[in-house]
């Protein structure tokens, strides 16, 4: 038996937004330039007939979601390809319900035969396109449906995650581990959720591994457009505390001069922490282990910096079901890649990951049913960037601000692409600038995720596609 305040949806809108970075980002073995943010609005209407639209936005990212040996140009027109089919499917979802049902029931039920049916016709046994390119192509649709219910009910998105708006408590989405002392029966989301939102969240600086540290490393190419290029500039600026440092995770060496150069730098600074992300192209624990200890034996001070290392070992948990207890050991070690869904979640913690990193990327149902999952088996939590300008990063940060990280959020489309969010930063300009290393997120106010779209002065290309039911 549903609820009087179920929606289904009716239409939606597929924008692309290209967008130039200001200088390069390096992902593992690719360097990203520019990327196409992909922005939905989806219109919803409940029993009695009342509408509302909502919003969505992900960059899609290529070369974070799908490392492969084709071309940045085929990988990008697949997933733009599979986005556009994904439109016509989200404009029509007929069985009503509360956003986080019809999100995992997309999910579970309709996305995976989508996939396979777009990689048999489309891809002809080419590199099929990955379930994480699935999920990213997924989340505008499935974040806009969230802001739609809220703004129908005159409600912020996360004051809906209550058993007076959801249909299904937990245990009808989440398993607990084999014996762990959990249920999920009579749980709701709003129970793993804080009970007052963060105002204000410490910002994480993405130290990328083609970054100038200092004026030493500057070739004189640098972008001359008033913002900073170095580091130490940065830090200066924003008044940084936290620093994720990019590694290769295939020179040991390098990343470890890389690690205590930045480490230098930040405590010259004043720079209170420091994370390392080995960009997923590490095999063994041993890589890890090694550049940890050397740490901790020749810069104890350093070491003691580092809160938590993120994701060193390749994507597919299943295909690469490492025992990672040892790095676990030295440091808190969190899923990022891997963590496409709650039960990847679990497999992690089986293999001895002790942390998620949660980004809205994968849809906005899958980050909320996954922060349930870890929080009630004590992992603790972190919300990752996708360099989300724009509307992208207002459900980012809100995630942060009620899932309770271990310290911030990571944000940095300031970094490299800050001219593209200028008219949603002249609404919110606490989200898209960082001042003493913070991000602040008052202005979010109103019904679904706080948008204020009627104040942004946007101007949209003309829609990729539209499609009703």
């Known amino acids: 038996m549903g ?7 009716v239409s939606t809108t597929l924008y692309f937004l290209p967008v130039q970075t200001r200088v390069p980002l390096k992902f593992g073995a690719e360097t990203l330039t520019s990327v196409t943010c992909a922005r939905a609005r989806v219109t919803v209407a409940d029993s ?24 940045f140009a085929e990988r990008h027109a697949a997933l733009r390809n599979f986005s556009l089919q994904l ?34 016709r489309q891809r002809g046994g080419r590199e099929p396109v990955p379930w994480l390119a699935a999920l990213l192509c997924c989340a505008p649709f499935d974040l806009a449906v969230h802001d739609a219910y809220g703004r129908l009910h005159g409600r912020p998105v996360y004051e809906t995650y209550g058993p ?47 970054d100038p540290l200092d004026a030493s490393e500057l070739n004189g190419g640098e972008p001359r457009d008033g913002y900073p290029v170095t580091l130490e500039e940065w830090i200066e600026r924003d008044g940084l ?13 390098w990343d470890y001069r890389r690690l205590v150069k930045v480490g230098h730098i930040a405590m010259k600074r004043e720079v209170d922490w420091l994370s390392a992300d080995f960009n997923c192209t590490v095999q063994a624990p041993e890589y890890v282990n090694v550049i940890l200890d ?7 001070r350093l070491y003691g910096m580092i809160l938590y290392v993120e994701q060193p070992f390749p994507y597919e948990l299943e295909q690469h079901p490492i025992d990672v207890r040892s790095v676990a050991a030295r440091k808190p070690l969190f899923l990022d890649e891997s963590a496409h869904d709650w039960t990847q979640v679990r497999l992690g913690r089986e293999l001895g990951w002790t942390g998620v990193a949660l980004k809205t990327c994968k849809t906005q149902t899958g980050a909320v049913l996954s922060a349930c999952w870890a929080r009630a088996h004590g992992m603790t939590l972190m919300v990752q960037d996708l360099t989300n300008p724009m509307l992208a990063q207002i459900p980012h940060v809100l995630l ?38 913070q991000v602040e997120l008052a202005s979010l106010r109103g019904a679904g995720f706080g948008y204020r779209v009627e104040e942004i002065q946007r101007v949209l290309p003309e829609p990729a596609v539209t499609c009703e039911a």
Request: proline share 7%.
């Open 3 to 9: 609820k009087a305040t179920d929606i289904r949806t």
């Open 48 to 71: 009695a007939g009342r509408t509302a639209e909502g919003w969505g936005e992900t960059p899609l990212s290529v070369q974070w979601v799908w490392p492969g040996a084709l071309s």
């Open 87 to 120: 439109a016509e499917l989200w404009s029509s979802i007929r069985l009503p319900g509360h956003p986080l049902e019809i999100g995992y029931d997309f999910q579970q039920t309709v996305l995976p035969g989508i996939l396979a049916g777009y990689n048999r």
């Open 164 to 210: 007076e708006f959801v249909n299904r408590d937990l245990a009808g989405f989440l398993q607990p581990a084999t014996g762990a002392r959990v249920s999920f029966k009579g749980k709701f989301p709003k129970d793993f959720l804080l009970c007052k939102p963060l105002a204000h969240l410490r910002a994480w600086h993405l130290v990328g591994g083609l």
């Open 241 to 253: 505390k936290c620093l994720k440092v990019k590694l290769r995770g295939n020179d040991a060496d």
């Open 294 to 300: 050397r740490l901790r034996d020749e810069h104890p």
């Open 400 to 437: 942060a601000a009620h899932t309770g990280t271990i310290m911030g959020v990571e944000t940095n489309a300031m970094q490299f692409y800050p001219a593209a969010s200028q008219p949603e930063a002249a609404v919110h300009p606490g989200l898209y600038q960082r001042r003493n290393g």
